[in-house]
């Protein structure tokens, strides 16, 4: 049995898919098992799977069920102690595995440990390094240059779960991915969980890898800009201490009305993001209920990792200065 197994979901990108695997056989730590669970895609990876990749174990899914189900699919049936979850769109330095390896055997009261993901079109440029969160989830580190900030371990709330490893025992006791997220942010929901139910998350500089997914969101399709409003909603209500959601709750429910205006960000699959929000209440809160019965640390541990909400509106405020520098500028011109 192998000790880890790499879980990777794909859907229509055989090429991008045989790249990174490529990058796993070129790992320098070889006790792993690959699964991916492939969301019915139609452009040949199953035959492509078969043919250049036999050591790979293939979950069909048969269509769509998006990231969070996936993965869990491929969670289910792998078999190692260490469970990686691995986007299809990356490329790993060969040391990628080890480190994450050892980052779970140093620190023996850790869960969870994230990688460094470097922006793999702009050289020298941070994509995440782990995920935080002040009233929305973001990319630690994201589009900052790498320096002496990233080149050191340290305690974080939650691993993006584009290049993640996970104890079998953290998600045997707080569950898998929420699968009613279908994709974005089902990640720090789980990272979290893990966090009121006492496991650290590291973030580890030694597991490098490129990330070759990040430049092509150049502009926000609508389906990202309907799922990553509804479920920043959903993760804000469902997720944060009272102390928080009290105060800064209504600021969180009015700002998707607010925010397209301001920044550029899709108006209409906003709004149908908002307006979807609020059939997911009773799910919601039968979800929030769970988690905090499940709590096994103070709630206060959790929020010494979250960032301010100041950090949200100071982000806001600079996007919508660029906006309005930018349309002055093209006036100029």
Partial sequence: MPRASIVIPTWN???????????LRRQTWRDFEVVVADNGSTDGTAERLAREFPEVRVIALGHNRGFAAATNAGLKAAEGEILVCLNNDVECEPGWLAALVAALDRLPDVGSVASK???ARRPGIIDAAGDCMSLVAWNVGKGEPDG???S???EILSACAGAAAYRRTLLDAVGLFDEDYFAWFEDVDLGIRAQLAGFRCWY???????YLGSATAATMSDRKAFLTTRNSMVLFFKTMPLRRL????PLVLVWPWVNPLMTGRPLTPTLRGW???WPTLPALWRGRRAVYAA???PVSRLTALLDSPWDDVTRACQAVYRRLTSRRQAAVA
Avoid: H
Wanted: aromatic share 8%; charged share 15%; hydrophobic share 55%.
């Fill in 295 to 297: 709590r096994r640390v």
């Fill in 152 to 154: 050191t371990g340290r």
């Fill in 204 to 210: 580890e500089p030694a597991a490098v890898l490129l």
């Fill in 275 to 277: 307006l979807a929000f």
């Fill in 13 to 23: 990108q055989a090429g991008l898919l045989a790249a990174a695997l490529q990058s």
């Fill in 148 to 150: 002496p900030r990233y």
């Fill in 246 to 249: 009290v105060p800064w709750g």
């Fill in 117 to 119: 993901m470097m922006d």
